[in-house]
DNA sequence: TTAATCTTGATTTATCCGATCGGGATTGTT
DNA sequence: AACAATCCCGATCGGATAAATCAAGATTAA
C-alpha cells in the first residue's frame, strides 16, 4: 500500500480530462496548470494512462489528451492501478494474511466509485465553499 | 499512506505479546521467532512501541516485553501510529482534499478495532483453518 | 517550413526502507 | 564477585524508488 503524489496528481488530471470529455483534445501544458502538477512530470505520467488506455492522445500542433471512455466507465480504481497498483502483496502462509486481505479489499471497495462521480463531488463541494466563504 | 513491513511486523509482534497479557516478560527472541520478525530489526521496532507507552520492558536476566494495556485496550490505529501514523498530508487548499481526507477517515475507520478483536479473529481464522485442511 | 505538440530515454537528487552490527547498560543467578 | 541473559542505542549500509528534470526526437496543423 503506497499511495504517493503521482497518485494524487494522476487522479487530478483525469478529472481536468473529465471535464473535457468529448470536447476534444486539450494539451499537457493546460492540464498541468489546472491541476497544479509539474509539467515534465506529467509528461510520464500521463504516458502510463495511455498505456493502460484510459486516455488517448493527438500528436502535433492542435494535438493533446483525451479520455478514452466516459467519465461513467472509469473507476478510480482502474486510474490507480494504471499509474501503480496499491494493494500489497500477501504472504497467504501468515497468520494475519486475512486481515491485510480484508484491508486491501476495503480500500479497494472504497475506490470503486466511478470518475464522474467524484467529479460531481468535487463540483458540489467546491460550491459549497463558494457559499461558505 | 505508506503502508511498510514494519506496520506489518508491528502488528505481528504485538498480537504475539497480546496472548501474554499479565503473564510476565517475553523476551524479543522469542518474539521475533513466532511473529517470523528479523531479530535486529525488532529490536529497532519495539523501542517505538515503548516510546508510545504500548508495551513496557524489564531489563537484565529473565527480563523482556510485555503489553503495558490489555488488548481490549488497544486499537490498531494505535499501534500504527506508533510505528508509523499512516495518514498523508493534505493540502486543504486543494480540489481533491475532501476526497483524500475522506479516504484517510475511511482506512482510520478501518483500522479502529482492538488488538483484542483481531486476535480472537486471528485465533478463529486458525480454527478453520485446521478443519478445513 | 514552421510552430505546436506529443514521445522517449536518460539522468539526477534525495529519501528512506529494511536490515545488520557492535558494543554498552542492567539485572537475576550462582 | 562473576557470569550470563537481556534490553538499549547509535551507527551504518545497500538498494530501491519517489519526484522531478532535461534533451532530443517524431508528428502534424497551418
Given at each position: 500500500m503506497n499511495l504517493t503524489k503521482k497518485h494524487h496528481y494522476g487522479l487530478a488530471a483525469m478529472i481536468e480530462l473529465g471535464w473535457f470529455y468529448e470536447k476534444g483534445p486539450i494539451h499537457l501544458r493546460f492540464i498541468a496548470e489546472q491541476a497544479r502538477i509539474p509539467h515534465a512530470f506529467l509528461e510520464q505520467l500521463i504516458l502510463d494512462l495511455k498505456k493502460s488506455g484510459l486516455v488517448k492522445s493527438t500528436r502535433g500542433a492542435k494535438g493533446g489528451y483525451q479520455l478514452n471512455l466516459s467519465p461513467h466507465g472509469v473507476s478510480i480504481?482502474?486510474?490507480?492501478?494504471?499509474?501503480?497498483?496499491?494493494?500489497?502483496?500477501?504472504?497467504?502462509?501468515?497468520?494475519?494474511?486475512?486481515?491485510?486481505?480484508?484491508?486491501?479489499?476495503?480500500?479497494?471497495?472504497?475506490?470503486s466509485l466511478s470518475l464522474q462521480t467524484l467529479m460531481e463531488d468535487s463540483k458540489q463541494r467546491a460550491k459549497v465553499l463558494t457559499y461558505t466563504i
Open positions: 480504481n482502474q486510474i490507480f492501478s494504471a499509474i501503480d497498483p496499491l494493494g500489497f502483496e500477501i504472504d497467504e502462509d501468515h497468520p494475519l494474511s486475512f486481515f491485510w486481505t480484508d484491508f486491501n479489499q476495503h480500500v479497494y471497495d472504497f475506490l
